[in-house]
């Protein structure tokens, strides 16, 4: 595993009129859990499909209906749990969360307050090459997700799509441990990377797959440690929760805003209110959405329908003993096995697909050069045409060919770039390819010898920069290879135009 | 005797030796299911449906495929979902509701041949002691005195009202506080509620989900333990549903209870408890003591915090469970004023669809749940269940096989009389009951005797978890013993 130690990133400063201020933030993601079924019904999770038409009795509410656990969503919580490092428990509890809402049916929502499935956990959060935030997770826990209301078809009457009403939600609740906008970005997207290494969410911000409620208040300097110390809230701001947020770059945006609103509260002699804010993205502001005398009261009490929930060990143990990788080993070993920077590792293993692709490619080759190719090469490739790496034309078995072309000298960087446009267009085995296609760089020295004495009999003056200064020498490597339609090997002009020149 | 007024076992019987058919003895009750409008107990019939189970019966009979309930016409109280058929729950909210499913409970008596006749009064939502909550008026005790009429009581009561006056063999009951037990001991029948766990929920509009039980209602003993036979049984579908084998309870009527040890809980025997009562409850173990019984004093401490705890409890959970009754996609919508939104769709529909108890109970269980009252309530009422269970399992395990108590404080009571009442002096009905829901246990309700003024009396019986075989076995003895032979005269 990990045997990096990482400094802890500093927090965001604002400078306010009276002084600095600082941020803390905790977050409660909501996760979709990826199933086919739903958490308490065997109706279809599936997105897209027209209105109501994946709705159980018991999603509906009929009178008499009930709730039967789904033992996948469970597992799926669980191998989440452990993806987190927390404590799984073993006997967990369902409560009912009551209010009224017409996307609502039952009129309260099944959740876990009091006995959640996972406790404490953590998340590393990359901020640089050797910095990281570790954000402690407080508990995950399942609970549904509710229909969508849909206000906009009919002037006089609202709709209700019962489709979504009951599929796998994970909370997943941090500790305040995050310190800044950024941070709260890149705690999501770490969290959402494990989540899609995992397979238990599919993490499409977009579908609302995953949300974020930002719960974000202000200090001073000091405070925050004070608080660490000891865990006495009285020493942090009045937080405000921003709902509903599935962007990061409008999480980053809400943050800010809302930060700076607070201060500029707080330095008028003003009062922050605890209260419930949405994100307008539009206006780039945060607005209220119900003060505390207004929130609800949810009236949880533990759910009478559902037993408590007691899983085995041995289960636990069997889950644990099939997870995959994870990012941050994932990334450990790419540095260490293959040679890859910091930020080339970062790019690889962001996701599975792409460490996948770079594994295939980069087994028995040189990993930096695979990394170089891949990054560049092909991502640089398949942003152009807006492709994902599975929607790669060329598979690693292609890129791996080229490359083997570049290592025994076959052919010249140059060409391999060539060479790898005709692969993404036309297709074909790259060493067939470049051999139908005349690809050989030119390693006879003769040829190169000769084009290199021409160049230096022509021009006297390089020769005397180039003897004053060396880096200048690459001149007549450029020249040469100019001559030979890149077909010469650099390595080789190189070497001869230093011995020429005598330097 | 016409075969509208026979047992269960009599019918399956005379049904398997091919003595009367299942259409002809369908059709006995139909017959008295119409003459019997004025008892207010079936609030929706279905004849069609009957006679098509009937000629089914009567088919698996003749291939001679005919389990106990094969064409065995029965009544189903309203709160069960029946599929196309009106399940309402006595209630104007659940006001054209046809379910398109069948709960698990009426699944599994067609499966096994049963015959339905129709849909069941009930006080709405099951909430109620006299059946007078039901949006389709009381039903009526058949036993009468003076010519005063009297309540069946419930919320059972068209269930009770329907077997005591022969509509039909027998009938299904609920029980959340002693719904079953309750009117059974009104109209001098039998009314078993089984464990918790024991018969599966699914299908059955809920009220108060941890105490809700189904049970059989019916004019004997083995009449219970035949039917509860047919209703019992792990469903997957209720995760509540205990994975547990049905022992076969009719076969547990041996009827020697030799040995076994009866408590007395000295806390049954309440202040300004009826002589009759006291009477009846003591006639009853000196019953069970000539047939070989020890009887002893328990003591069942927390018992005076049970109905307190009941009445925190069931509201609580009632509340949530009836917040999906909120006119947006079944039952009852209000007709709105222009310019109304969601709020007032909400208020407009429930304060018109929910009777005043059910009101009433959800503005109490809505009050116990909210922030700042939770743990001084509900948690509270929780503790207590704890304890009483605890009451309980301590006099098991000093080796008590059943506990004798009264079934009610009193006989049926006249409809109306409680009208003005307050509503505790309705809700000390469940006094001997609740403790039973509370603590999980089977509990059942033997009539075994008459009151001066010519009224039924019942006995409650309570057993281990999980020993209904045994329970109806102390019941059985008991019946035997008793000899209660009384019907009502039929005035209607």
Redo the contacts between chains.
């Keep these: 595993m990990l045997d990096i130690s990482y400094e802890a990133p500093r927090p965001k400063i604002i400078a306010g009129a009276t002084g600095d201020w600082e941020l803390v933030i905790g977050m409660e993601i909501h996760a979709q859990v990826a199933s086919n079924a739903k958490l308490f019904s065997g109706a279809s999770t599936q997105v897209g499909a027209e209105p109501n038409s994946n709705v159980a009795f018991v999603d509906a509410a009929m009178p008499g209906m009930l709730p039967v656990i789904n033992e996948f969503c469970v597992e799926q919580a669980v191998r989440s749990g452990l993806g987190l490092k927390a404590q799984i428990n073993l006997r967990s509890a369902f409560d009912r969360k009551n209010y009224f809402y017409p996307d609502l049916p039952q009129g309260y929502q099944i959740s876990q307050l009091y006995h959640p499935i996972v406790g404490e956990g953590e998340v590393l959060v990359e901020m640089g090459p050797g910095v990281a935030r570790h954000v402690r997770i407080e508990r995950i826990h399942l609970e549904q997700d509710a229909g969508k209301s849909i206000h906009d078809m009919d002037p006089n009457m609202s709709f209700v799509d019962f489709n979504r009403t009951g599929v796998a939600l994970m909370e997943i609740v941090s500790r305040p441990d995050i310190r800044g906008p950024e941070e709260a970005a890149a705690y999501v997207a770490k969290l959402r990377q494990i989540l899609r290494y995992l397979g238990t969410c599919d993490g499409n911000m977009q579908n609302g797959n995953l949300r974020a409620d930002v719960n974000v208040s202000v200090c001073r300097p000091g405070d925050y440690e004070r608080y660490q110390a000891t865990q006495d809230f009285s020493h942090l701001g009045t937080r405000c929760e921003i709902k509903n947020m599935n962007s990061l770059r409008f999480i980053q945006a809400a943050i800010e805003y809302e930060a700076r609103r607070q201060i500029a509260i707080l330095e008028d002699g003003g009062k922050v209110d605890q209260e419930t804010r949405l994100y307008d993205p539009d206006k780039g502001e945060t607005r209220s959405m119900r003060s505390k005398e207004e929130a609800h009261d949810y009236r949880y009490f533990p759910c009478p329908d559902l037993l408590p929930l007691e899983i085995e060990q041995a289960w636990v143990d069997e889950i644990a003993a099939s997870m995959p990788e994870l990012p941050d080993a994932k990334k450990a070993r790419f540095m260490a096995d293959f040679g890859l920077t910091d930020y080339d590792a970062n790019v690889l293993t962001a996701e599975l697909d792409n460490a996948a692709f770079f594994e295939a490619v980069a087994q028995g080759r040189d990993g930096k050069q695979a990394a170089n190719w891949i990054i560049n090469e092909l991502f640089g490739r398949l942003n152009k045409e807006g492709k994902s790496v599975t929607e790669s034309p060329l598979s690693p078995a292609q890129i791996g060919g080229v490359l083997d072309l570049i290592a025994s000298g076959e052919i010249t960087t140059k060409m391999a770039k060539d060479l790898f446009e005709i692969l993404w267009t036309e297709g074909g085995n790259p060493a067939e390819v470049a051999a139908a296609r005349g690809m050989k760089q030119v390693t006879d020295t003769g040829a190169i010898e000769r084009a290199l004495d021409e160049l230096i009999a022509a021009n006297p003056d390089q020769v005397e920069k180039a003897k004053v200064n060396a880096k200048l020498a690459g001149w007549f490597t450029g020249q040469v290879l100019k001559a030979t339609g890149g077909k010469a090997n650099p390595a080789v002009v190189n070497q001869m135009v230093a011995q020429k020149l005598g330097l | 005797m016409s075969a509208n007024s026979w047992t269960i076992a009599a019918a399956r019987d005379a049904l398997r030796k091919g003595e009367i058919s299942a259409t002809d003895l369908t059709m006995a009750c139909l017959t008295a299911i119409d003459a019997g409008d004025a008892l207010g107990a079936f609030v929706h019939k279905t004849p069609e449906i009957a006679l098509d189970q009937a000629r089914a019966a009567d088919a698996r009979l003749r291939a001679g495929d005919a389990p106990s309930m094969c064409g065995i016409p029965l009544g189903i109280k309203d709160l069960?979902?029946t599929r196309g058929v009106p399940?309402q729950?006595a209630s104007n909210i659940?006001g054209g509701?046809k379910?398109?499913?069948e709960?698990t409970v009426t699944t599994k008596l067609f499966d096994a041949g049963a015959v339905m006749l129709g849909k069941l009064n009930m006080d709405e939502f099951a909430m109620g002691s006299s059946n007078e909550t039901s949006c389709y008026g009381n039903a009526v005790n058949p036993w009468k005195v003076d010519g005063r009429k009297l309540t069946p009581g419930g919320s059972s009561g068209g269930s009770a009202a329907a077997v005591a006056g022969d509509l039909c063999l027998a009938a299904t009951g609920t029980d959340t506080g002693g719904s079953i037990r309750q009117p059974a001991a009104f109209t001098g029948i039998v009314g078993i509620k089984p464990t918790y766990g024991r018969v599966s929920?699914?299908?059955?509009?809920?009220f108060?989900?941890?105490l809700d039980q189904a049970g059989p209602m019916t004019k004997t003993v083995r009449d219970a333990a035949i039917f509860l036979q047919a209703m019992a049984g792990h469903d997957?579908?209720?995760?509540?549903s205990a994975d547990l084998p049905v022992p076969d309870f009719e076969a547990a009527l041996t009827g020697d209870i030799r040995g076994k040890k009866i408590g007395l809980p000295r806390e049954y025997r309440m202040d300004g408890m009826p002589a009759e009562i006291d009477k009846l409850w003591a006639d009853g173990a000196a019953m069970l003591k000539d047939a070989g019984a020890e009887i002893v004093d328990i003591s069942l401490p927390h018992t005076k915090y049970a109905l307190p705890a009941y009445y925190v409890i069931a509201p609580?959970?009632a509340?949530?469970n009836?917040?999906?009754y909120?006119g947006?996609?079944?039952g009852h919508r209000a007709k709105l004023a222009q310019g109304d939104g969601?709020t007032e769709m909400?208020e407009k529909t429930r304060a018109e669809g929910f009777g005043k108890e059910v009101q009433r109970r959800v503005m109490i269980g809505?009050y116990v749940?909210?922030?700042g009252f939770?743990d001084a309530y509900?948690n509270r009422a929780r503790k207590v269940r704890a304890l009483i269970k605890r009451d309980f399992e301590l006099a098991f395990a000093a080796g008590v096989d059943a506990i004798l108590t009264p079934a009610t404080p009193s006989a049926a009571f006249g409809l109306g009389e409680m009208s003005s009442a307050d509503p505790i002096e309705m809700y000390l009905n469940d006094v001997f009951t609740v403790t039973v829901n509370l603590a999980g246990l089977p509990g059942i309700s033997v009539p075994v005797g008459l009151d001066k003024q010519g009224l039924p009396l019942g006995l409650q019986l309570i057993g281990r978890p999980w020993e209904e075989g045994d329970l109806l076995n102390h019941a059985y003895v008991l019946e035997r013993a008793a000899g209660f032979v009384a019907k009502p005269a039929k005035w209607w």
Excluded at chain 2, 201 to 206: F, Q, S, T
């Design positions: 069960f979902a399940s729950a659940l509701f379910p398109e499913y709960s929920r699914w299908g059955i509009v809920a108060a989900s941890s997957p579908k209720d995760s509540t609580a959970e509340s949530s009836l917040a999906r909120d947006v996609r079944y969601i909400y809505t749940l909210s922030a939770y509900y």
